[in-house]
Nanobody
Framework: QVQLVESGGGLVQAGDSLTLSCAVSRRTGRTFSTYAMGWFRQAPGKEREFVAAIRWGDGSYTDYADSVKGRFAISRDNAKNTVTLQMNSLKPEDTAVYYC???????????????WGQGTQVTVSS
């Protein structure tokens, strides 16, 4: 079984930065480095949407939603079994619950991800 736990959410002002982390633990089976990781978010009254993804291994491939390109950065530390989302120049429209997910492919498609965290709230005030 694989467990994902997000942390780092909070209340910030527009223009501020925030770093989200996702710690991945497992009892047996695949190592963290073999999973592609993704971040998604869900704002109140809206469907969950893609934010960023990073491939397995060295994380040399990343992908971002157009709305966060140039502001957010996804990275991974395989030694610590963590994936991080650095969020800069935050806007009120970034307010959402942020989820990390683990799967076989770094894609925007949510159904590809097998494991999900419980989410962490990010609120950006204007």
């Amino acid at each position: 079984q694989v467990q994902l736990v997000e942390s780092g959410g909070g209340l910030v002002q527009a223009g501020d930065s925030l770093t989200l982390s996702c710690a991945v633990s497992r009892r047996t089976g695949r190592t963290f480095s073999t999973y592609a990781m993704g971040w998604f978010r869900q704002a109140p009254g809206k469907e969950r949407e893609f934010v960023a993804a990073i491939r397995w291994g060295d994380g040399s491939y990343t992908d971002y939603a157009d709305s966060v390109k140039g502001r957010f950065a996804i990275s991974r530390d395989n030694a610590k079994n963590t994936v991080t989302l650095q969020m800069n120049s935050l806007k009120p429209e970034d307010t959402a619950v942020y989820y990390c997910a683990a799967g076989d492919w770094p894609t925007k498609e949510q159904h590809i991800y097998e494991y999900w965290g419980q989410g962490t709230q990010v609120t950006v005030s204007s």
